[in-house]
């Protein structure tokens, strides 16, 4: 996370929690969500967040509810499972291959 403070120019994340809490608090927040959202989108294959999923598509609209959301607990599994939890960066992050849509 200090590379890309620094990386942003944001010199005055600091290390010490009682001082400008508040500050760090929101830089760490904001790069905790671009994270998922870039992770989000090159799991499903997507250029922009507005664009429509390539892979992994979402089920037919004539699944049940409960089908629905075993889909989205499975898939959000596999997210965590190779964005976050990867074990060898050399071949995990971003290489995530899936079923092409149609």
């Not at 049940?64 to 989205?72: F, L």
């Amino acid at each position: 996370m200090k590379c890309e403070a620094t990386r942003i120019f944001r010199t005055s994340v600091n290390e010490n929690v009682n001082e400008n809490y508040d500050a760090d608090k929101d830089f760490i927040v904001s790069y905790v969500d671009a994270y998922i959202v870039e992770a989000v989108m090159d799991y499903f294959g997507m250029d922009d967040p507005l664009s429509s999923p390539t892979r992994h598509c979402p089920l037919s609209q004539t699944q049940t509810k409960a089908e629905k959301q075993s889909w989205v607990m499975m898939e959000f599994c596999e997210i965590v499972k190779n964005y976050v939890w990867a074990k060898d960066e050399k071949t995990s992050l971003f290489q995530v291959s899936g079923v092409e849509c149609m």
